[in-house]
């Protein structure tokens, strides 16, 4: 028990950047991460919401900001570092989760709609990475959304495997080498079933809209049958990206913390 | 802020090493603690630095192959505090030798530890955590290994009893999901932890400092672990928090497996 800091889930002192923190499990993120202590950048291309994030987090007694955020654009990752850097203080905690999915059986999938997915999910990913990772120091933690369809397949969503798959493995890229080069960095990927947000939601519909479920709740019921604890709740990725963002985590780096109610048990 | 508080947790293998710091953790985050060993010197004094900090423990001495320990372990757990949401199944055993050194007495010796306890612990949880829990639901905690994972030339026993703890797990945790039990089961998988254990390990293969040196440079981050590093996962696993967590595998182990 020696050396065990008062309270290790605490985040006091850290800065966070949470792309896509508008909604979703990106603000419930942002907010857990904030009422754990981290001040916030949240960042996102929808300006309205995302304000509205930071004035809950305010409201709470939290710190925060918000910063507009297309993160396939480089330069606007260079500036989203600088602004957590220059507004906050510095920059310990990356969550990258801003991500896209697109429904569409292989056959039918538009090379274009795969290439967006394949831009937000995965190359802002790694731009997210090659930015922050320049001015992290030992301690700092990045998180990566990907998904269980980066574990596993289903139909009608190639572009979203492809994408969390990549995720996936470019985790364990980066853990190894920010390892390798001594910097004290940790990185590991979060891998949630389905969530109950706007995009699970639409996860749920586009099975109607494909023909392959009679309606919606047809579709749900399908998709609950597999998940035998039932959906998730955003704050239960939440409570994760709070544990692998603290100091608690100093010893996980490449693991995958698989949040699914047992729908990759089976 | 209890992170565990008003829980009731069991800890095999609770004396030292993972199992002490488990015992010592969940005790400081609220939970009344139940610490199992074989040995009851070692066993005592967590229990009276659990009390002397504040908390609440009893000690039994159980040995975990012995399906009749399980239910008197149950009982005991629920006579003393009331009921049972947290068991962390930690007792475990390595004894090196490879495929063709291995005994078969030695092959035995640990599966009975490290996969019929485990086993016998969840079979005998399980109805204890159905008929007590609350709100919060049950949580079953398996110690397996990085040696569940990957493989060593080595440890031919030791990667069998882990890798059979891992997919047990993931069996016993659709069980209860199936069921609509509110009881989660979820598997750890440590690297290289500085404990006794692993002490004694490089002991009876050479030198320990040596030993330690090969041991470090196999993680990524450079160094073994801390059993604070795996005693603060089972916190995470056996809290609330981390309620829509089932049949996973929580790997903490310096980027061993990432490479």
Sequence with gaps: MSNSPQNPFRLDGKVALVSGGARGIGAAVAEALAASGAAVLVTDVLDAVGEATVARIRAAGGKAEFFHHDVTVEAQWEQAVAAAVAKLGGLQVLVNNAGIETAALITQCEVDDFKRVMEVNVTGVFLGMKHALRVMKPGASVINLSSVAGIIGSTAHVAYHASKGAVRLMTKAAAVECAALGTGIRVNSIHPGIVVTDMGTAFIQDFVKLGLAPDYAAAEAAIKAIHPMGFGEPSDIANAVVYLASDATKWMNGSELVIDGGLTAA | MARVSNKVALVTGGAKGIGEACALLLAKEGAKLVVSDLDIAAGEKVVKAI????????FIQQDVTDEASWPKAIAATVERFGALHVLVNNAGIAIPGSAVDATLADWRKTM??????????????????????????????????????????????????????????????????KNGLKIRVNSVHPGYIWTPMVEDFLNSIGDVSEGRAGLDSLHPIGHVGEV????????????DESKFVTGSELVIDGGYTAQ
């Design chain 2, 228 to 239: 604070m590093d795996v005693a603060y996962g089972v916190l995470y696993l056996a809290s």
């Design chain 2, 51 to 58: 009390k002397a900090a504040g908390g609440e423990a009893i």
């Design chain 2, 112 to 177: 009975a530890v490290n996969l019929d306890a485990v086993f016998l612990g969840t079979k005998y949880a399980i109805p204890a955590m159905t008929g007590t829990v609350g709100s919060g639901g049950g949580s079953i905690i398996n110690i397996s290994s990085i040696e569940g994972i990957v493989a060593d030339p080595n440890l031919a026993a030791y990667n069998a009893s882990k890798g059979g703890v891992r997919i047990f797990t993931k069996s016993a945790a659709l069980h209860c999901a």
